[in-house]
């Protein structure tokens, strides 16, 4: 079965700073997802990457998908307060799947 | 907004009772899943749904159970609650070609 590891597992930054978060894979990627959750809160849909070495921005956050299909990384630039959640990678195992697979997630703190 | 409503949104129960929640849409989307989300394992896939009555398992199914009567509500069942069954449950739909979209979950604790 396909394994995602998340890095860090937790993060802490000052208000301003950048960041970047690693998503890896046991296994080559069909899909890979990123989505972000607030305390007591459902998932937010933030970008999908298929194809290798894939790049999509969306307001401040980047992600990248390498060459290779096997690693991501979500880029956050000058964070905000607002930035503040928990981010998950989620993956498809393979092609005509639908069910994802997640990382254990990423804690994002951003102190003002 | 993404059309997804879970109910109850909180509940307490003791171990031994039966649970069910629900995930009602209003979009008729085919495919509907259950999660369950807990502190080092991050979001498990428990049963899937792609139609009416059509229903598969997923990584941690083993004493849960779901139907599908009708296409916009999926019922998660727990026939005799464990105290290992406490954690925040999330449905989520997937739109035609597009990424899952999740409710706001239901935070379930068993005494």
């Known amino acids: 079965s396909q394994e995602l590891e998340q890095s860090p597992q937790s993060l802490i930054v000052q208000e301003g700073k950048n960041l970047t978060i690693n998503c890896t894979s046991s296994?080559?990627?069909?899909?890979l997802y990123w989505y972000k959750q607030k305390y007591g809160e459902g998932l937010i849909f933030l970008m999908m990457l298929q194809k290798g070495g894939e790049e999509k921005s969306h307001e401040k956050i980047t992600a990248k998908l390498d060459e290779k299909k096997q690693q991501s990384s979500l880029h956050i630039t000058a964070s905000q307060p607002s930035h503040a959640g928990i981010y998950l990678c989620g993956a498809l195992p393979g092609a005509g799947s639908y069910q994802l697979t997640f990382g254990k997630g990423t804690k994002l703190s951003v102190i003002p | 907004d993404a059309g997804i409503t879970q109910s109850p949104r909180h509940k307490v129960t003791e171990t031994g009772t039966p649970v069910t929640l629900r995930c009602h849409q209003t979009e008729n989307h085919r495919y509907m899943y259950w999660y369950r989300q807990d502190p080092g394992h991050g979001l498990r896939l428990i049963h899937y749904s792609y139609g009416v009555k059509d229903t598969d398992k997923g990584e941690v199914s083993d004493g849960y159970s779901v139907s599908r009567s009708k296409t916009e509500d999926f019922l998660l069942t727990l026939e005799s609650a464990t105290s290992s069954q406490t954690s925040v449950y999330f449905c989520?739909?997937?739109?035609?070609?597009?990424?899952?979209?999740f409710g706001d979950g239901t935070r379930l604790s068993i005494l």
């Open positions: 296994k080559t990627l069909y899909g």
């Open positions: 989520a739909i997937r739109p035609e070609g597009q990424p899952q979209h």
